[in-house]
């Protein structure tokens, strides 16, 4: 894909949109970027959040306190919720 950056030691999460200027991630990409000390990408509307590993749990605006159903699967999974502030990456040079 032209223009993808892949970073290697990051956990990728892809997000429809923000809410109330947060965004919320499903908890199995947190644990798997805390157990792996993987920082994460988090992708949305066309802009990128780049949290490093050693801020992952210090970002965290607040964790859902009820499990949601997956819509494809029987997986259950809380929400983590972070303050939306994308970085600015600049995708092509002129």
Do not use: T
């Not at 802009?47 to 029987?74: A, C, E, H, T």
């Amino acid at each position: 894909m032209e223009g993808r950056v892949k970073f290697s030691n990051m956990v990728e999460v892809r997000v429809n949109k923000p809410w109330h200027g947060m965004i919320a991630i499903r908890d199995k990409y947190y644990m798997e970027a805390l157990k792996e000390s993987r920082g994460l990408v988090i992708k949305c509307e066309g802009n990128s959040m780049l949290i490093p590993s050693n801020n992952v749990k210090g970002m965290v605006k607040s964790i859902s306190k009820q499990y949601f159903k997956d819509r494809y699967s029987n997986e259950r999974h809380r929400l983590i919720y972070f303050d939306w502030k994308p970085s600015s990456i600049q995708k092509k040079l002129f």
